[in-house]
């Protein structure tokens, strides 16, 4: 790192140039396999007989995983079947309350016990959002239930809302229980911290892979994938949380005579009771995340509907519609649990009327169940009553099509042509060795050789598992979004910096935008711009460009009024002293807001190739449909490492330049 | 020699201090011998192989003393203030004495056991029954109402409901926040918040009662009212005391005896006019340099021999402070005559001594 630091070290006055050396063997790296085609080929296309088949041995190590492995008195496969079998089972509770009902007997004088009735459940959660958030979150609730309701989005949303209660109740007990474990244990703590990294950086898709080819597909692998994509962040809650509990909690729990189970259920749990509900919000809202994902593998509901919709030639309408239900949902859901975070303890009066306003709710929901015994339209809202927009929206779809599509259009050639497909064609026909090099030379400026040899090995599992093509598409579409995104939400983040106004705006505008779900970002799009990559980059684009708002409005806010006025005495004009003192300053905060654009970016190409890209998404959505676990976890990975790479090269950048300014 | 019948003259001396002086002679009921807490690797090796080092050596070892080699004996219903600046090492002997921390070396007798010999069962139902601690930042459960907080060291004891909020009731009672029973709280002064913790620690009606600078964080009106509720409370109660501050004049006031830390070690113990007349070092002279004289000096000890044939004004007991009996000596032209509990004289007061102690305070 030195070297890097300090050029010129004042004791070597003539030290050996080892920069300009590494730098002229990566320009050689790239420029010879150009310069001389014939006899550097290899060099430059990475040749087919030198590829590894990682995924046939991915793939192999999946059968035998579930055929020969076994733990003595069990197979592998027969937990596989016992925890999929008992999520089976768990899950046909939420779904008899919230979805279908119990139906005892034939059809003949069969005996129904009807579901929560949707009066009652519009009912409890307005009550209940009113207790939790006062008026505007029950109005909030109210019209969030009733477009479920009045568009015919009811007996989906049920079926998912079921599926999302099971998940997130295991997400949070289960991870809850876990950070317990790795607080408690100090030696787990390590391997967990690891874990979770690199679970938060595999995609999502990744997961449905193996767990199609484990479990089969249905609703319980949708809702393990869930549960396993939503977990993490809750372990790491609830390890920050349980740290963050003043010492001085855990020695009255001692000086009290706590045995170690009283203290931790009594005391510690209770008091980081705040820190662990921005857990449950953050799993709720991942779990939402993943409703249309999980229905790739047979999760039914909302997400099904959605997914449906966009196969279909003419089902834009229908998928928006229901969409906007699973955006109802999620908004939601979200809303109430953050509510539920600002809730404080109180005492009398106020207190009996939050009891008072709990039992009526309850008693709302239970009350309306029953008389649905008698009124059977109460279970389910007879058609009549309903409300399409479907075709609304068809005709929306028409006339931007007529409208729209030519301007569309022009801008949709205009970026293919002048942009996406000359960095396409350059960067697939980029010799491998020159990008291998590249990534080498910049990691040793980073953080030395060591650094240099673990980035490499990263980036060579590209060329060498064979995904070369799909894996520089990734590449040339991350990169294209990241620098779209955060050219974008630079300049919001500043304006945001700068006026109260502008930044609760944007403040409400990226919380809107985080709680959609990324699927729901490709439907507008591909209305305007059709399949294929312009699509996938505005729709990229748009779900990733919430960090470069959120970290460079965040970063200039915590310049040091100090340092401001320290620039302004020294006679900077207001442009000045933007890039030559803020700027600089809050550098560091902002790379680390790009590092997250690229997580986010990362994440929904997968869900993007969806429409039409032609990327490493794609490999894993075709290895789904085709149940080839091997080719799905390669390509996975693949995706996962590209993101480890990004992540730790603007980390060590981030941490460097914030050591040398003191930070 | 002009004796003045003392009766008659006590009846003009101020009321006696309002604390409680614990009997000098009392046996004792905490004890810690060659108290040791060094952190780093290896500690316990390296005080094995030498058992008393000095600060250099265990700085050299990398290691860092927070407690060295304290001894004290703390009596059966004492004050007994621990005193020193923010990391003298008070804090970590507390700790030390309650096994919140565990000493690397050295013995804490309680009652005649040994509590770091105990298994975690026994200094369990030690803590339940024995000790009760106050914290300086309160400690209180924010999920909990007043009164689930006092009865909380009950609750873990495994008391039944009612029993055990009747007993946390009785508590708030006494320390007045009877009305604020339901509250929870984030909706108490910093005041009543520490008039919980009192309530709690006192709950389990322990014989051992830490309180960790428990004043500290509040402002200055505040600390001297709860000072003054801390003083009724232990005249009711009569617990063994062990009370940590970092201000000398809430040590003076509060304590019967203090000890004086610094970098881990104990420098001096005694009352407070001892520490007065008597510094152990420079260090103890600066805290005590700026202390009311007045108010911690008592007439024995600053009265000088009366000469034969002197005339003697009024007399003045000799456990009065300097500060009590200031009006009644400066009244008279002749110095006063100090008595003994049996009214024997045993020195005389001057006039020029009390104004000397009263002023020298101030300086």
Redesign the interface.
């Known amino acids: 790192m030195s070297e890097v630091a300090l050029p010129r070290d004042e004791t070597h006055p003539r030290r050996f140039p080892v920069g300009w050396i590494v730098a002229g063997v990566v320009a050689l790296a790239v420029l010879v396999p150009y310069a001389a085609p014939d006899s550097f080929g290899w060099a430059k296309t990475y040749p087919a007989r030198w590829i590894v088949p990682i995924s046939d041995w991915l793939k192999a190590f999946l059968f035998w995983l579930s055929r020969d492995l076994s733990f003595g008195l069990f197979t592998f496969k027969d937990m596989t079947r016992f925890v999929s079998g008992l999520f089976g089972y768990a899950l046909e509770v939420p779904k008899a309350l919230f979805s279908s009902g119990i139906t005892f007997g034939d059809e003949e004088g069969a005996f129904h016990i009807p579901r929560l009735s949707w009066a009652g459940l519009i009912a409890a959660v307005t009550i209940w959002s009113y207790l939790l958030g006062g008026v505007r979150l029950a109005v909030l609730g109210f019209l969030g239930f009733f477009y479920i309701l009045i568009f015919g989005q009811w007996d989906s949303a049920m079926v998912t809302l079921s599926q999302v209660i099971l998940a997130v109740l295991t997400g949070v007990a289960g991870g809850t229980l876990l950070g317990i474990l790795a607080y408690r244990v100090p030696r787990l703590e390590g391997a967990v911290v690891a874990a979770l990294d690199f679970m938060q950086t595999v995609p999502t898709f990744a997961y449905l892979v193996p767990l199609v080819f484990l479990v089969g597909v249905g609703p319980v692998s949708g809702m393990l994938a869930t549960i396993l994509y939503a977990m993490p962040p809750m372990v790491r809650v609830t390890m920050m949380a349980l740290k963050r509990v003043?010492p001085?909690?855990d020695?009255?729990a001692?000086?009290?005579?706590?045995?170690p189970k009283?203290a931790l259920w009594?005391?510690l749990v209770?008091?980081a009771?705040d820190d662990l509900l921005v857990g449950v919000n953050q799993v709720i809202m991942l779990t939402l995340n993943m409703i249309i994902i999980a229905a790739m593998i047979g999760a039914g509901g909302l997400g099904f509907d959605v997914l449906n919709a966009l196969r279909q030639a003419n089902g834009l309408g229908k998928g928006l519609e229901a969409g906007l239900a699973v955006v109802a949902l999620a908004i939601v859901l979200d809303r109430m649990s953050r509510a539920l975070v600002e809730l404080?303890?109180?005492?009398?009066a106020a207190a009996a009327r939050r009891r008072q306003l709990f039992w009526i709710g309850l008693a709302a929901l239970l009350g309306c169940t029953l008389l649905s015994f008698a009124f059977p339209a109460l279970e389910k809202l007879p058609a009549e009553y309903r409300v399409s927009t479907g075709n609304m929206w068809s005709d929306v779809v028409s006339w931007v099509n007529v409208n729209l599509f030519s301007t569309a259009d022009a801008i949709r050639t205009f970026l293919l042509m002048n942009l996406l497909v000359p960095v396409k064609t350059f960067l697939i026909g980029f010799p491998w060795v020159g990008l291998l090099a590249v990534v080498a030379g910049g990691a040793w400026a980073l953080g030395g050789w060591g650094f240099a040899l673990g980035m490499t090995a990263l980036i060579a599992f590209i060329p060498v598992a064979g995904l070369w093509e799909r894996g520089m598409t990734t590449i040339y579409l991350c990169s294209i979004s990241v620098v779209i995104a955060t050219l974008v939400g630079l300049p919001l983040g500043l304006l945001g910096s700068r006026s109260e106004r502008m930044h609760k705006f944007l403040g409400a505008m990226c919380d809107t935008l985080q709680t959609l779900p990324s699927f729901v970002y490709l439907l507008p799009v591909v209305m305007l711009f059709r399949i294929g990559d312009v699509s996938a980059l505005v729709a990229i684009v748009l779900y990733a460009m919430v960090p470069a708002i959120r970290f460079t409005d965040h970063g200039l806010r915590r310049v040091p009024p100090s340092l401001q006025e320290a620039g302004t005495m020294a006679g900077c004009t207001g442009t000045q002293r933007l890039a030559k003192v803020e700027l600089p300053y809050a550098l560091p905060e902002i790379m680390l807001g790009v590092n997250q654009v690229i997580m986010m970016a990362l994440s929904m190409l997968v869900v993007s190739s969806f429409v039409g890209t032609n990327d490493l998404g794609k490999q894993i959505q075709v290895a789904i449909s085709q149940a080839d676990p091997g080719k799905g976890l390669s390509a996975g990975l693949a995706i996962a490492f590209l993101g480890i790479l990004a992540d730790r090269m603007i980390g060590r950048w981030v941490a460097t330049r914030r050591e040398r300014m003191g930070l | 020699m002009a004796l003045v019948s003392p009766a008659s003259e006590t009846a003009s001396i101020p009321a006696p201090p309002a604390k409680v002086r614990a009997a000098a002679d009392a046996p004792p009921a905490l004890i810690c011998r060659n108290l040791w807490k060094i952190y780093g690797a290896n500690a316990d090796a390296f005080l094995r192989a030498n058992p008393i080092p000095t600060p250099a050596e265990v700085r050299a070892a990398g290691l860092f003393a927070a407690v060295r080699d304290a001894t004290l004996e703390i009596r059966q219903g004492e004050i007994f203030i621990i005193m020193g600046l923010s990391g003298s090492g008070k804090s970590t002997l507390v700790r030390c004495l309650s096994r919140l921390v565990e000493p690397t070396a050295g013995s804490v007798f309680y009652e005649h056991q040994n509590l770091l010999r105990m298994t975690p069962a026994e200094l369990i139902q030690v803590r339940r029954h024995k000790m009760g601690m106050v914290f300086q930042n309160f400690a209180l459960l924010p999920h909990r109402t007043v009164l689930g907080n006092v009865a909380f060291p009950l609750e873990v004891q495994g008391m039944g409901k009612a029993e055990r909020e009747a007993r946390a009731l009785q508590m708030i009672e006494l320390v007045g926040l009877a009305e604020r029973a339901g509250y929870y709280p984030r909706e108490l002064s910093g005041g009543q918040q520490q008039r919980v913790g009192i309530a709690r620690s006192l709950a389990v009606e322990p014989a051992l009662w830490f309180l960790d600078e428990p004043f500290s964080a509040l402002d200055p009106l505040i600390r001297h009212e709860m000072q003054n509720e801390f003083l009724r409370l232990q005249r009711m109660l009569s617990k063994t005391i062990v009370f940590i501050t970092h201000d000398f004049d809430e040590a003076i006031r509060l304590g019967d005896r203090i000890a004086i830390m610094k970098d881990g070690a104990i420098i001096q113990v005694g009352t407070a006019e001892e520490l007065v007349l008597n510094p152990a070092s420079d260090y103890v002279s600066a805290f005590t340099r700026h202390v009311a004289r007045g108010k911690v000096l008592t007439a024995g000890g600053v009265c000088v021999p009366v000469r034969p044939g002197e005339t003697l004004a009024a007399a003045v007991p000799a456990t009065a402070l300097v500060a009590e009996v200031a009006e009644a000596v400066l009244a008279s032209e002749a110095p006063a005559a100090v008595v003994d509990a049996d009214g024997m004289i045993i020195g005389k007061l001057e006039r020029a001594t009390v104004i000397a102690n009263l002023v020298g305070g101030v300086q």
């Open positions: 003043p001085e909690l020695e009255l001692r000086m009290t005579g706590c045995e009283q009594k005391v209770p008091s009771r404080r303890p109180v005492h009398g």
